[in-house]
């Protein structure tokens, strides 16, 4: 409704915005020149998050600017069975036959990611997203396949994304050895409350829309509604977008962002 109303050539909150177009926030920055550290280093990072604080989303930007022909990335979006199901998911994702034993699944995916490393000279990299749902013994066999020659080679990347709750299950003595092997751990913040107006003006300017459509006010109730997470900037304010398009208003007040804000719980 709205997209007509404000005259928007695309939705400024599409699901499937091209990595480019990612807004550059200070978080995102942190955390992609994190990222390109832990692939420089090869070896285990933790990355976590509120719900919604666009962590998964700056792995994506990372993943695809990285040369085809020097990285292989592997993307695991959920796993909540065992080890074995685990195993699964990343042969299926290499390319390897599935086989049916725990063993031979794991020797599988050793020798490959040594040929990826050595023969065909490439850095592979497995992402492993919503990983504060992973059992612990899945989280166990995850180190070890990234201890290669008795410990003294790094050739996988693994990066594991979750809430927060990952990191504190991780500092638990049952994973020490685990948490020891980490060598890149980061939390991600939601937008600062002056980058607001910046994001949702970047969103819009990607829709066709070059004036400003939140009025300074609304602009800060989104912020106290959401504390500028993305994923709930996102929803409030295009249930907000709705609110001001049925009032036939030209911009967002703060009363259209507290009539959409039921819609958003």
């Given amino acids: 409704m709205y997209r007509k109303h404000f005259a928007m050539t695309g939705f400024p909150f599409a699901k499937d915005l091209d990595p480019a177009d990612f807004f550059p926030s200070a978080a995102a920055q942190e955390l992609e020149v ?3 550290y832990l692939l420089d280093l090869r070896g285990i990072g933790l990355i976590t998050g509120e719900v919604g604080s666009g962590k998964t989303s700056v792995c994506r930007k990372v993943a695809s600017t990285l040369h085809s022909g020097l990285f292989r990335v592997f993307y695991v979006p959920l796993s909540t069975g065992n080890v074995l ?4 998911t990343i042969a299926w994702e290499l390319g390897l036959p599935v086989e049916r034993s725990r063993a031979a699944l794991f020797r599988s995916i050793r020798t490959e990611i040594t040929r990826l490393c050595i023969e065909a000279k490439t850095k592979p990299v497995l992402i492993v997203d919503e990983a504060q749902h992973l059992r612990s013994e899945v989280l166990e066999d995850l180190r070890l396949l990234t201890n290669y020659d008795m410990d003294s080679q790094n050739r996988l990347t693994l990066i594991l994304v979750g ?3 990952l990191r504190r299950r991780l500092s638990m003595a049952v994973h020490e050895a685990l948490s020891q092997r980490i060598v890149l751990r980061h939390h991600v913040v939601g937008l600062a409350r002056d980058e607001l107006p910046q994001y949702l003006a970047h969103l819009l300017r990607l829709a066709g829309v070059e004036v400003p459509l939140f009025e300074p006010p609304a602009l800060e109730a989104i912020f106290q509604a959401t504390n500028g997470l993305p994923r709930k900037v996102n929803l409030l304010a ?3 977008l709705s609110a001001a398009a049925l009032a036939n208003a030209r911009t967002v007040t703060p009363e259209h ?3 959409a804000v039921p819609e958003t719980a």
């Fill in 34 to 36: 994190r990222l390109r």
């Fill in 238 to 240: 295009h249930y907000a």
């Fill in 85 to 88: 199901d685990m195993y699964k």
């Fill in 257 to 259: 962002v507290q009539a």
């Fill in 163 to 165: 809430h927060a709750e």
